[in-house]
């Protein structure tokens, strides 16, 4: 028995005036999904908690089988780890924006037009010099998607507890890093990483890459907003929890890192599988499906639907539906129900009207070979609220989808 | 986006054979309740935990969103702080009832007949003197309703672990206050306690009031009952947790002090709006709807149907069930759906056939703009138990409400 579990970032949603009080799931054609609930069984699942908004990082720790309650610690690490760095125990990580900030050191825009990876690598490469070893810390920094990257620090004396340098609103100043505890160690990561932001905008605000955004009157990537510090969670991996191979299709470097962090290994993602609204579903069905014989249990994560919430945009939002349709479509094709389990859910709701994420219960559905159907002629907020699994939680899903393989093991004799 | 809470206190039942297997709510004509199903997404609720029967103190506080597994030091507290005593950390209160006592020390009446407010203030109003100040220790006491009031030591060296004095049935004698802990302050508690309970009892037998009784041939109310000692839980405020201003009209003590405690406003009472069964439901959600400019989120408490069931009066409860249908209509005329949301629950069921609180599920709705209404055509254990929200927990409530109302925090990043 093998299973494929599809997290679709952010796409569940609340009824909307313009959909006729239909929630996107629900106005958008798919027949796939529908049909995958048809031969499955279906609940609500609260990430979390009801009403609890999740993080990414959050609700995929839940959804692996990990409370985050008690393992969360804070989501820089996980950036890093997505991004390829290996980092350690006690190393404190950040995620960070290129962003766009003038001379009164205002933020002007938080993802300097949301500049393309290209450009971003090349940004990220000239970091290294300004970074390598600083203050006696080593420093690491490397770019992931779009305009975004993770930032890495190694040494004595660090601490997580220390606040962002990120405005979170254009308009606002760049923040000075202060510690969050009165404690030595974060005092001195504070200290470091403000020198560093001000090194950081030094080396970047002549770089060719913007002076030729300039020629071309873009706003410049000249400064990095440090977000979320973190270390690594002890956690033990899901190989060792459960006795299985398991292996994770995530374009969005924080996800990826969860589940890297869960003991998954990240195959290699298709080209156009990039995150972003214009990804590849498909592609990533077809890694799944061939990579089949060699893992128990794949995650394939799709990112578009939440950005696509975050900037209020319904077409774009019901575009990444559709792509997400055609990839169960695929894998209803190419999957043999009678040994392999198909999961599809969301991480949380990012409703288009709330433009972030909410704590609203996602649909989930489990078709494979030994379910007990609902019945459900669909699959969407309002159809999996009847469905037979009922109402559970993020941290019920492992272990219901562990159950189905066989794979949990037995609490007293 | 604001929202109103109805909590009917003890709404909930099981069917009854009288009413052809229908529950009270089901056999009661209420088609404004069931108007609020059809425009809502419902379900049923474990105010604590199933099969739990919930008292009214610890049952709201998980409504407001706290765990009274944690936060829980006794009812006492609440009842004077919901009286309009400033209870102080430290301080011990109880809740107590005008009862009448035989020379024998025998409770015949444990509500002096439901003595009438004017009856029961007027003899409170004379305990002042009794009770002022007693060994070095500050004795607070206040009448309530009916024949409920508070009683509060204020002093050093006392402890809220001594038992009741309440025989709890008629009948039996008045019980020795006793130390539930072999403590000084529990043992000196205990000491003042039965004192107390003596001097007031002398001081009231001979009491005009009673007199006056006596000659209508009432039963005096010459004892009270102390019931429920407490201290203050330390609770944050929901101001602070959710960033709203919450105000609440509870005619209850009990629950007015829970609601104040979690740092409601306690809006004041329309005359009539007593928590006895002949409350004016609809002046309640007059007030609500009048100060929906000025908060947030505001809690409406009906008594009656919980001492309905209580006297085991299927009449009386159907009578109150009425009257609450009666504020549902009035709130569905005078609230706009498309920025206020109303919830509908009870906090406990008490089903006639037991004449006491039991830890049935009650049915929950919530309408309003951004619901995925679950297409039920009725308000009831029944029809709720299908409903879309499923089976939550009391603690989940608030986080829901709060969600819709865009006020929780993201857990996460």
Chains 1, 2 share one sequence.
């Not at 993770?150 to 979170?168: F, I, M, N, W």
């Not at 869960?262 to 499906?289: I, N, Q, R, S």
């Not at 704590?359 to 379910?371: K, N």
Request: glycine letters at 10%.
């Amino acid at each position: 028995m093998k299973a494929i579990l599809i997290i679709c970032d952010g796409m569940a949603d609340r009824p909307l005036k313009e959909l006729r009080w239909r929630t996107p799931l629900e106005a958008t054609k798919k027949p796939a999904m529908n049909r995958l609930a048809r031969l499955g069984v279906s609940g609500i699942m609260d990430t979390i908690s009801p009403g609890v908004p999740p993080g990414s990082d959050t609700a995929h720790l839940a959804l692996l089988g990990y409370d985050p309650y008690k393992t969360y610690r804070g989501r820089g690490a996980f950036e890093a780890v997505g991004a390829g760095l290996d980092v350690k125990p006690g190393d404190v990580a950040f995620r960070f924006n290129f962003a766009s900030m003038n001379e009164d050191m205002v933020v002007i825009d938080r993802r300097a037009g949301r500049i393309g990876g290209d450009e971003a690598a090349r940004l990220a490469k000239s970091l290294e010099t300004v970074c390598s070893n600083y203050s006696g810390v080593q420093v690491i920094c490397k770019h992931t998607v779009e305009h975004r990257g993770a930032l890495l620090l190694r040494g004595e004396g660090l601490s997580p507890e220390v606040s962002d340098s990120d405005p979170e609103e254009e308009g606002g100043k760049l923040r000075r890093v202060e510690p969050l505890r009165d404690t030595p160690e974060a005092r001195r990561t504070a200290e470091i990483l403000n020198d560093l932001s001000l090194s950081i905008y030094k080396a970047l605000k002549n770089h060719p890459v913007n002076e030729e955004r300039a020629q071309r009157g873009l706003h410049p990537a000249n400064v990095i907003l440090l977000r979320g510090a973190g270390t690594l969670p002890q956690i033990t991996p899901i190989s060792q929890l459960y006795g299985i191979k398991a292996a994770c299709i995530v374009p969005s470097a924080l996800v990826r890192g969860v589940a890297i962090s869960a003991g998954m290994k990240a195959l290699p993602l298709p080209p156009c599988a990039d995150g972003t609204t214009g990804t590849d579903a498909k592609a990533k069905a077809k890694v799944a499906v061939e990579n089949l014989r060699d893992y128990d249990f794949i995650l394939i994560h799709v990112k578009g639907a939440d950005n696509a919430s975050h900037d209020g945009n319904l077409r774009q939002k019901q575009v990444m539906i559709r792509k997400i349709e055609g990839m169960v479509g695929f894998l209803l094709r190419e999957v043999n129900l009678r040994d392999t389990y198909i999961a599809l859910t969301a991480d949380h709701a990012t409703p288009i009207t709330v433009r972030g994420h909410a704590g609203d219960p996602v649909p989930v559905t489990i078709a494979g070979p030994e379910v007990v159907k609902d019945g459900l002629t669909g699959y969407s907020e309002r159809h999996c609220a009847k469905g037979g699994l009922g109402r559970i939680r993020g941290l019920d899903l492992m272990p219901i989808l562990m159950n189905l393989l066989g794979m949990t093991r037995k609490f007293g004799a």
